[in-house]
Protein backbone atom coordinates (compact mmCIF):
# COMPACT_ATOMS: atom_id res chain seq x y z
CA UNK A 1 0.00 0.00 0.00
CA UNK A 2 3.08 2.51 0.97
CA UNK A 3 3.93 2.32 -2.99
CA UNK A 4 0.37 3.32 -3.37
CA UNK A 5 1.11 6.72 -1.98
CA UNK A 6 3.80 9.32 -2.28
CA UNK A 7 5.49 11.42 0.99
CA UNK A 8 5.42 14.79 0.75
CA UNK A 9 9.05 14.76 0.29
CA UNK A 10 8.82 12.71 -2.69
CA UNK A 11 6.38 15.01 -4.43
CA UNK A 12 8.58 17.99 -3.97
CA UNK A 13 11.74 15.62 -5.01
CA UNK A 14 9.65 14.60 -8.28
CA UNK A 15 8.72 18.21 -9.36
CA UNK A 16 11.71 19.78 -7.85
CA UNK A 17 9.94 22.51 -5.99
CA UNK A 18 10.18 24.12 -2.51
CA UNK A 19 7.61 22.94 0.12
CA UNK A 20 6.49 26.44 -0.11
CA UNK A 21 5.48 26.15 -3.57
CA UNK A 22 3.78 22.98 -2.82
CA UNK A 23 1.90 24.85 -0.16
CA UNK A 24 0.87 28.00 -2.11
CA UNK A 25 -0.41 25.46 -4.81
CA UNK A 26 -2.34 23.84 -1.84
CA UNK A 27 -4.12 27.17 -0.54
CA UNK A 28 -4.99 28.12 -4.25
CA UNK A 29 -6.76 24.76 -4.73
CA UNK A 30 -3.88 23.64 -7.25
CA UNK A 31 -2.12 20.53 -5.35
CA UNK A 32 -3.26 17.56 -6.02
CA UNK A 33 -5.51 15.90 -3.72
CA UNK A 34 -3.79 15.22 0.19
CA UNK A 35 -4.42 12.70 3.11
CA UNK A 36 -3.69 13.90 5.93
CA UNK A 37 -2.28 10.75 8.44
CA UNK A 38 -3.20 10.56 12.18
CA UNK A 39 0.54 11.99 12.92
CA UNK A 40 -0.11 15.15 10.76
CA UNK A 41 2.20 13.70 8.03
CA UNK A 42 0.83 14.16 4.18
CA UNK A 43 0.15 11.54 1.47
CA UNK A 44 -0.85 12.10 -2.17
CA UNK A 45 -2.41 9.10 -3.61
CA UNK A 46 0.23 7.60 -7.21
CA UNK A 47 -3.00 8.25 -9.41
CA UNK A 48 -3.90 11.34 -8.12
CA UNK A 49 -0.47 13.02 -8.76
CA UNK A 50 -0.45 10.61 -11.94
CA UNK A 51 -3.77 12.89 -12.91
CA UNK A 52 -2.81 16.03 -11.59
CA UNK A 53 0.34 16.13 -13.53
CA UNK A 54 -1.35 15.39 -17.11
CA UNK A 55 -3.89 17.67 -16.55
CA UNK A 56 -1.48 20.60 -16.49
CA UNK A 57 -0.19 18.99 -19.90
CA UNK A 58 0.16 21.83 -22.17
CA UNK A 59 -1.05 21.24 -25.78
CA UNK A 60 2.00 21.18 -28.35
CA UNK A 61 2.16 24.25 -30.87
CA UNK A 62 0.70 23.31 -34.18
Do not use: C, H
Amino acid sequence: MARNFLTLADFLAELDVPKSTFFRWKALGEAPRTYKLPNGQLRIRRTDFDAWLSSREEPQAA
